[in-house]
């Protein structure tokens, strides 16, 4: 059952944008578009062009297929990860920072 929003001109809104396990409204387009796209008769065609594809990329194809098979990629990072992101990040920052401590320096003659 739908709590209802309050938005925030006090107006209230019939869905709840919290949906518990599994996001339902990205699957009912999905479920849509799956439906149309076999209604429309296309599957044919993209067996065809997939199959085209693997004779003629026979590597790349099986990359695909090894990336797929492993599913999506954690979006756990290690601290040590982290660090170093962090670090790269400064390391691009730093001489646009010292640039504009420069400049503001040499505008108020302070070194």
Known sequence: ???????????????????????????????????????????DDAAREAAHYVEAEPRDAQRAEAKARKGPKSARVSVDELVAKGRTVIERVRPIVDRVVDRVRSRFNRK
């Open 1 to 43: 059952m739908a709590r209802g929003v309050l938005l925030p001109w006090g107006m209230k809104t019939d869905k709840d944008p919290i949906q518990g396990e599994g996001n339902k409204v990205s699957a009912r387009h999905y479920n849509r578009e799956v439906r149309e796209f076999i209604a429309d008769g296309k599957v």
